[in-house]
């Protein structure tokens, strides 16, 4: 089972990327999946999360109305598309898979069994 993230890079403020999060060696079409970051010094965070069936979507306070996270269960790929982007968002972006369909403890990096190498987001100002 492997979760290969892709997609970041150095970009400058209000500046977009699109990461996306492929998995292989399994279906994951029944899955929470999540975005998850980790800045330099700082814990892991939670960014945003998506059931199987793309309804409901959960984000972190820090990410509602400029971020959005998708998924294409045909092609077992997730996507966060990052619009807007601040100095603050640089970070080391994770995704990740849970094994159920859906929790309460989305938000939570101990409910989540399968996680992705990361990716790095960097905003210059």
């Known amino acids: 089972v492997q979760l290969q993230a892709s997609g970041g890079g150095l970009v400058q403020a209000g500046d977009s990327l699109r990461l996306s999060c492929a998995a292989s060696g399994r279906a994951f079409s029944r899955n929470l999946m999540a975005w998850f970051r980790q800045a330099p010094g700082k814990e892991r965070e939670f960014v945003a999360a998506i059931t199987w069936s793309g309804d409901p979507t959960k984000y972190a306070d820090s990410a509602k109305g400029r971020f959005t996270i998708s998924r294409d269960n045909a092609k077992n790929t997730v996507y966060l598309q990052m619009n807007n982007l601040k100095p603050e968002d640089t970070a080391v972006y994770y995704c990740?898979?849970?094994?159920?369909?859906?929790?309460?403890?989305?938000?939570?990096?101990?409910?989540?069994?399968?996680w992705g190498q990361g990716t790095q987001v960097t905003v210059s100002s």
């Open positions: 990740a898979a849970d094994a159920s369909w859906y929790s309460s403890s989305y938000y939570r990096v101990p409910e989540y069994d399968y």
